[in-house]
């Protein structure tokens, strides 16, 4: 009996032995699995779908001025200089030093020696001469930028650029410019391979090649562009995504569902009604971009009826700007008053705007001895920072109009030929706006409506000598105090004149999956994403 009684032991210590093995192992299984999973979750490529409202207009970013082509060319172009990452202070970028001589009149910048283009080309002095001729070559109404910031009452202000050396290069002026660093940081003056435009010329924007930490590889048109990291980018360890995919969803609404569904990561254009609903989505976060922008609704003052002041100063008076931010803004923008928001240097807090008082605006219409014809009410057809809906928008603007007895007719054209439409002075009365580029008032005032900018960016046609001569004189102006009066008298001038209504100073809206992590939204509007991850 005792003996049975130990084999019977014996054999269940020998099945519980087993088992015990079995489960070991499966547990080691399980857990080599885990770390499998693991190991493909850490080497997942790290992609990145951007949301955006609208398409680029071209990836030459020397042509544009679109907000959206330079939402892309960021990434692919690098400038001389860089803006900080989340202000427009001055730093390095593909240039790593620079002296100034006294006289402000030469600059002699030290360059980046371990940079290639995507196409493999060397980036060198020789390659910034290249591009400066190229810009400086280029027509007026293709340059806009260039001639904007580079060209004052018909005289280039850089008048040579000349390589010392390979990775010198020399910058001479024909006068000083106070913000010359300013706007060498901006997005148009991202260097190019020359290789690479001078053997496609004017479809280089169709395939564009710079030294960015992405580079260029699809554009779907009105769908999508795709760019990818550059693994010769010339700063260690960056970019931290594979790919960025940039989306466009006009819609406002549906760009938001399309975030709220997993289908893109990263929204712009959130209308503010819908910022405190991501606030309480755990899933989702609402970033603010620090605000610099004017949104506002030109009138060419070329074409009748706004040829006349008083027309002008009567729809000043007849537009409910605070009624419009209370009802589309959401607490998260003010109304304007001047041609640039309050943060930039220079501002005039002095000059009060036109009150909302649309008999005023009845009485300023009988003195002008306005007809009652009907205008155009251009509307945007695509949300931008400055404007989230404006369609909707221009629906308030119609009915303030008709309610001082002018009829008006809503327009709307695709995103491109709008801007090109508008440009040409076509419109009688037209929503746009301007998202600063460099944080100076030069980039406000002078490239919005001094008379050199007709035909570009000065899409009111508003022309004025005593505005244009204030307006060099400050360019040149070394001593900030001095030059901030210079603006503040130009404002008083334009609120006189009344060329645009200005309408509001937006603070634009962003919304992302939890797990975007290193965005920091630029106020320029033009967003690095070299620093991006997703978790």
Not at 40 to 47: F, G, R
Not at 285 to 296: D, F
Not at 494 to 515: D, Q, R, Y
Request: aromatic share 10%; glycine share 8%; charged share 25%.
């Amino acid at each position: 009996m005792r003996k049975k009684q130990w084999l019977l032991g014996f054999f269940l210590l020998l099945v519980f032995s087993v088992i015990l093995a079995a489960c070991n192992s499966d547990s080691t299984d399980e857990g080599a699995e885990g770390n499998d999973d693991s190991d493909k979750e850490s080497s997942k490529p790290q992609i990145l779908v951007f949301g955006r409202g609208a398409d680029s207009v071209s990836l030459d970013p020397a042509i544009v001025t679109d907000g959206e082509s330079f939402k892309v060319t960021q990434n692919v172009f690098e400038t001389l200089l860089n803006f900080g990452d989340e202000d427009t202070t001055i730093h390095p970028s593909l240039a790593k030093s620079w002296e100034i001589s006294e006289d402000g009149l030469t600059y002699t910048f030290k360059l980046q020696e371990v940079v290639k283009f995507h196409d493999g080309t060397d980036f060198n002095a020789e390659a910034v001469v290249k591009n400066v001729d190229r810009w400086k070559a280029g027509t007026e109404d293709a340059f806009y930028y260039f001639n904007s910031m580079f060209k004052a009452e018909g005289e280039d202000i850089i008048t040579e650029v000349v390589a010392e050396d390979d990775y010198t290069v020399i910058f001479k002026l024909s006068r000083p410019q106070a913000p010359f660093l300013k706007n060498l940081a901006m997005s148009p003056f991202g260097i190019a391979s020359p290789t690479e435009f001078e053997k496609t010329g004017d479809k280089f924007g169709d395939n564009p090649v710079g030294t960015g930490p992405f580079k260029f590889t699809e554009w779907k048109r009105n769908d999508s562009i795709t760019i990818e990291k550059f693994e010769d980018y010339w700063q260690e360890g960056l970019p931290k995504l594979d790919k960025v995919i940039f989306r466009s969803i006009p819609d406002n609404s549906a760009r938001l569902n399309a975030l709220t569904a997993g289908d893109i990561d990263l929204a712009d254009g959130i209308n503010p009604s819908d910022g405190k609903g991501i606030e309480a989505n755990s899933a989702l976060k609402l970033i603010e971009r620090p605000s610099m922008n004017i949104g506002y609704l030109g009138l060419t003052n070329t074409r009748p009826p706004f040829d006349n002041v008083l027309v002008r100063q009567a729809v000043n008076h007849a537009i409910d700007k605070q009624g419009i931010v209370d009802a589309f803004f959401e607490g998260r923008a003010q109304p304007a008053v001047n041609p640039m928001p309050p943060s930039i240097s220079g501002y005039n807090d002095e000059v009060k705007g036109y009150e909302y008082n649309p008999e005023k605006a009845k009485e300023l219409l009988k003195e002008a001895g306005y007809d009652g014809s009907e205008i155009e009410l251009w509307a945007m057809p695509v949300p931008r920072p400055y404007m989230p809906d404006g369609a909707k928008v221009a629906q308030v603007i119609q009915k303030n109009l008709e309610d001082v007895g002018i009829p008006s007719k809503i327009v709307t054209f695709e995103w491109a030929t709008y801007l090109e439409k508008t440009k040409n002075g076509e419109a009688d009365a037209f929503m746009l706006g301007w998202t600063g580029d460099n944080g100076d008032a030069d980039n406000f005032i002078y490239t919005l409506l001094d008379k050199d900018n007709i035909g570009s960016n000065n899409y009111a046609y508003y022309s004025n000598d005593k505005v244009h001569d204030l307006l060099i004189a400050a360019q040149s102006e070394i001593d900030e105090a001095v030059r901030n009066d210079l603006y503040k008298q130009a404002q008083e001038i334009i609120h006189e004149e009344a060329p645009w209504v200005p309408l509001a100073h937006s603070t634009p809206l962003l919304a992302a999956k939890a797990g975007v992590k290193g965005f920091l939204p630029h106020p320029t509007g033009s967003d690095r994403l070299l620093n991006v991850t997703m978790e």
